[in-house]
């Protein structure tokens, strides 16, 4: 299922304190561009509270009161955009919770947000972003608190950021960073980190097109970056950027350069790098956009390995 046929329905991660607004704030112009209607998640997370076996039955009422009014404000506000919504308040790990919403719903895209540190700083990347990404059975956009603060702010009309990587996730993420770019009339900006063995042989990958890479574009975005003409209504133009050195570096450096609205990187479910995380991971806590990472088509973790999962977990 194609990145527009599967948005029909983007599950919101929400909290109490309005600290997820800029979260809610791309989910709602994203479901206005492509019709999808919105499901507020809340989690009642039980780690949070000194009750071994959960939250007393008193304070659980409580909450998911509280909760409901909330949810139930957003989704009367949604609707006089013209956005139908869903409200889900449960308990359990958030990321469990929200990966279960987003089965149930057949949710095409997760929103959640992250904190943001001062001045548009790095996107703080919390155990419930990381293992969103990594089981989550859709792509998941990851927003922090401060995203349009600060010298890194996205410019008006920014572009999409699209950062290529040879992995299983690069077809779907180049799909889904092409179709944004399509709906919110802005360029698509493809970025390739060249390989040792490219620089050494003075290949320009940009003069190449993008099929070796497993990146399919329409066949209109192909003819953008070989230098064709004649554009056809709602398409986006498609550039190509080359840069040397390591993926997370270019990437800061073209959102310094350019100022994208967005960051589109495929994901796999597993990091086949050294350390703890991939280099989805690098690129989600190093962003000073929002990010969304996007997973091969088809590819699944089952649910019930996030409780055995431990964070940063290769």
Request: glycine residues 10%; hydrophobic residues 45%; charged residues 20%.
């Amino acid at each position: 299922m194609s990145f527009d046929e599967g948005l029909k329905t983007i599950v919101v991660a929400t909290d109490l304190e309005g600290q997820a607004e800029a979260a809610l704030e791309y989910a709602r112009k994203l479901a206005a561009n492509y019709g999808a209607r919105i499901v507020l998640a809340h989690g009642l997370d039980p780690m949070e509270y000194a009750a071994v076996d959960g939250l007393p039955g008193s304070v659980a009422s409580r909450l998911t009161a509280t909760a409901r009014e909330v949810l139930n404000r957003l989704a009367d506000e949604l609707l006089r955009e013209g956005i139908h919504s869903h409200s889900e308040v449960r308990q359990g790990a958030v990321a469990q919770m929200l990966v279960e919403v987003a089965r149930q719903y057949e949710a095409g895209l997760i929103v959640i947000g992250t904190e943001g540190m001062e001045g548009a700083g790095p996107v703080v990347v919390g155990a419930i972003a990381e293992q969103l990404v990594r089981l989550a059975p859709c792509p998941v956009l990851a927003v922090a608190a401060d995203w349009n603060a600060g010298p890194h702010r996205p410019s008006p009309g920014g572009p999409v950021l699209l950062a290529v990587e040879r992995n299983e996730a690069a077809t779907a993420a180049a799909a889904a960073a092409y179709s944004l770019a399509v709906k919110f009339n802005r360029p698509l900006l493809v970025l390739h980190v060249r390989t040792a063995a490219e620089i050494r042989a003075g290949k320009d990958p940009c003069a190449q097109g993008l099929e070796q890479y497993g990146v399919n574009l329409p066949p209109r975005a192909h003819q953008a970056l070989s230098g064709g003409s004649g554009w056809l209504l709602n398409e986006a133009p498609v550039h190509c950027l080359a840069k040397d050195g390591d993926l997370e570096s270019a990437v800061q450096e073209a959102i310094t350069e350019r100022h994208p609205c967005i960051l589109v990187a495929g994901v796999k479910r597993m990091s086949g790098t050294p350390g703890p995380h991939g280099t989805a991971f690098a690129l989600l806590s190093a962003s000073r956009v929002p990010v969304l990472c996007v997973p091969a088509e088809g590819s699944r973790v089952d649910v019930e390995h996030l409780v055995a999962l431990p964070v940063g977990a290769p």
